[in-house]
């Protein structure tokens, strides 16, 4: 059973970068045909998918958050992570790290729903 949990800070401050990492166990984030998801819900409103890395290391990210987002992973440690730049308010939400366990050939998986196995969320606060 593939298990994964978010960890980084809870508060951060306006115009800085949140940092998250997903620690993953009960599988290899290098497993041909994974993809390692990063999606968010702010209060209110629905799941947003932010962007993904691939088993083989590359990465596909929203449009709309394209500019201030990287996703990295550390293979010796089976974990990935998330920075998001120059955050507003507007960023607050519950981060979840996410694993889409059959990637679909030539697709990103860019629907929540494709993903099978999700870490059980953190809460991230914007301050002003």
């Known amino acids: 059973q593939v298990q994964l949990q978010e960890s980084g800070p809870g508060l951060v401050n306006a115009s800085q970068t949140l940092s998250l990492t997903c620690t993953v166990s009960g599988d290899s984030i290098t497993t041909s045909n994974r993809a390692w998801g990063w999606i968010r819900q702010p209060p209110g409103k629905g799941l947003e998918w932010m962007g993904v890395?691939?088993?083989?290391?590359?990465?596909y990210y929203s449009p709309s958050l394209k500019s201030r987002t990287s996703i990295s992973r550390d293979t010796s440690k089976n974990q990935f992570s998330l920075q998001l730049r120059s955050v507003t308010p507007e960023d607050t939400a519950v981060y979840y790290c996410?694993?889409?366990?059959?990637?679909?050939?030539?697709?990103?998986?860019?629907?929540?729903?494709?993903?099978?196995?999700w870490g059980q969320g953190t809460q991230v606060t914007v301050s002003s």
């Open positions: 996410a694993a889409d366990m059959v990637i679909r050939p030539m697709t990103v998986p860019n629907n929540p729903n494709e993903y099978a196995y």
């Open positions: 890395i691939v088993y083989d290391g590359s990465t």
